[in-house]
């Protein structure tokens, strides 16, 4: 019976830190996906005001 209460606390414990390792690990997931969104928004704005030079007439022209 001591071994079996011993297993389960170990078991406990192990289950413990995972857990404390998954919030870790999805509140870093969730930060970099932020960054992410937020950098992909700064480089279409950079974009859109940098322009490529060519108009909507031009991109459809045929070559």
Do not use: C, H, I, N
């Amino acid at each position: 019976m001591y071994w079996f209460l011993l297993f389960l606390g170990v078991v406990a414990v192990w289950l413990l830190v995972l857990a404390l390792l998954a919030k870790r690990l999805w509140g870093q997931g969730k930060a970099l996906t932020r960054e992410l969104v937020a950098a992909q928004s700064k480089l279409d704005a950079a974009m859109s005001t940098a322009g490529s030079g060519q108009t909507r007439e031009d991109q459809r022209a045929p070559a």
